[in-house]
Nanobody, 119 residues
Framework: VQLQASGGGTVQAGGSLTLSCAAS????????MGWYRQAPGNQREMVAT???????NYADSTKGRFTVSIDKVKNTVFLQMNSLKPEDTAVYFC??????????????WGQGTLVTVSS
C-alpha cells in the first residue's frame, strides 16, 4: 500500500482547501480510508473516515465543515475543508486499513501534508 497526500498549504481563516490522497495497492471494496491530523504538541486525532460502503464519520470539530470522499476510478481520497479555523492547523495524514479494524493500529499511513490557517 502506498499513499501520497497533497494539497496542503497556507490559507486565511474562513478559507477552503482540498486535500488529495493518491492510493495504490488499496482495495476500496474492503478498505476504510481516513484522514488524521497532528498539531505541534498534540496527539494525532481522527478528522474523518469513510468505509467501503460509503459511510462517513467526522470528528465533532470538523463536522459540517469537512467532507471526505473517494473517487474509485482515480484511486484517490479527498478531504474538502471549508470554513477553516486557526485550530485546524496541523499536519494531515491519509490512512488506509481493513474495514472493521482500527486504522491507528492496523492502517497504512502516508506522509503528511501541512495545513496552516492564519488568523
Amino acid at each position: 500500500v502506498q499513499l501520497q497526500a497533497s494539497g496542503g498549504g497556507t490559507v486565511q481563516a474562513g478559507g477552503s482547501l482540498t486535500l488529495s490522497c493518491a492510493a495504490s495497492g488499496v482495495n476500496f471494496r474492503l478498505a476504510t480510508m481516513g484522514w488524521y491530523r497532528q498539531a505541534p504538541g498534540n496527539q494525532r486525532e481522527m478528522v474523518a473516515t469513510i468505509t467501503s460502503a460509503g459511510y462517513t464519520n467526522y470528528a465533532d470539530s470538523t463536522k459540517g465543515r469537512f467532507t471526505v470522499s473517494i473517487d474509485k476510478v482515480k484511486n484517490t481520497v479527498f478531504l474538502q475543508m471549508n470554513s477553516l479555523k486557526p485550530e485546524d492547523t496541523a499536519v494531515y495524514f491519509c490512512v488506509a486499513g481493513p474495514s472493521g479494524w482500527s486504522l491507528v493500529e492496523h492502517g497504512s499511513w502516508g506522509q503528511g501534508t501541512l495545513v496552516t490557517v492564519s488568523s
